[in-house]
T-cell receptor, first 113, second 112 residues
Framework: QKEVEQDPGPLSVPEGAIVSLNCTYS??????FMWYRQYSRKGPELLMYTYSSGNKEDGRFTAQVDKSSKYISLFIRDSQPSDSATYLC?????????????FGKGITLSVRP | EAGVTQSPTHLIKTRGQQVTLRCSPISGHTSVYWYQQALGLGLQFLLW???????NRGNFPPRFSGRQFPNYSSELNVNALELEDSALYLC???????????FGPGTRLTVT
């Protein structure tokens, strides 16, 4: 079993839809959870980060972490064509001695006008 | 504020050759990370440098190596290139002890 699993997609939704992107993980040492957005031929950009369990909201984006289920989600409300990109979840353990991110494979989202 | 910069943008090499990729972190960031993004494999962690020292290494062979300079810029060297090394190589930087990594645009390496 891979450390981080992400729905492979691709995902296509109409403009204005609510989008739910999910990742599961197996390593209980993960404490920091991030979502990156990557446009075509660009490097990933940090979208959201959360520490441990709970919800975090930023505009149209909500990140949710359920450590008991080892499950994280990113919700996008009122999706826009400009949200069309690949979304990658990433995770890191608490200790600074292992400061590397483990990524999901990413899911490509297309928002249709 | 300038972001992470990488050079070159694209590179084409022949199998068996050697390549050097370069990265300049965001000003004030002391940690530099290298990742490989190959088609179908996602982002794979390669190397982490902090304050000039290699702090962690991913599951890659020793022909992948690098270094960090006193100005915190970094190089990634790949020797004896193989076809499977064709990928987007991404550099990221962060403040010391921060999990917020900021990525550059990447260097696309094609090995023929």
């Amino acid at each position: 079993q891979k450390e981080v699993e992400q729905d492979p997609g691709p995902l296509s939704v109409p403009e204005g839809a609510i989008v739910s992107l999910n990742c599961t993980y197996s390593n209980s040492a993960f404490q920091y959870f991030m979502w990156y957005r990557q446009y075509s031929r660009k490097g990933p950009e940090l979208l959201m980060y959360t520490y441990s369990s709970g919800n975090k909201e930023d505009g149209r984006f909500t990140a949710q972490v359920d450590k008991s289920s080892k499950y994280i989600s990113l919700f996008i409300r009122d999706s826009q064509p400009s949200d069309s990109a690949t979304y990658l979840c990433a995770m890191s353990p608490l200790t600074g001695a292992n400061s590397k991110l483990t990524f999901g494979k990413g899911i490509t989202l297309s928002v249709r006008p | 504020e300038a972001g992470v910069t990488q050079s070159p943008t694209h590179l084409i090499k022949t199998r068996g050759q050697q390549v050097t990729l370069r990265c300049s972190p965001i000003s004030g960031h002391t940690s530099v990370y290298w990742y490989q993004q190959a088609l179908g494999l996602g982002l794979q962690f390669l190397l982490w440098y902090d304050e000039g020292e290699e702090r962690n290494r991913g599951n890659f062979p020793p022909r992948f190596s690098g270094r960090q300079f006193p100005n915190y810029s970094s190089e990634l060297n790949v020797n004896a290139l193989e076809l499977e090394d064709s990928a987007l190589y991404l550099c990221a930087s962060s403040l010391a002890d921060s999990y917020e990594q900021y990525f550059g645009p990447g260097t696309r390496l094609t090995v023929t």
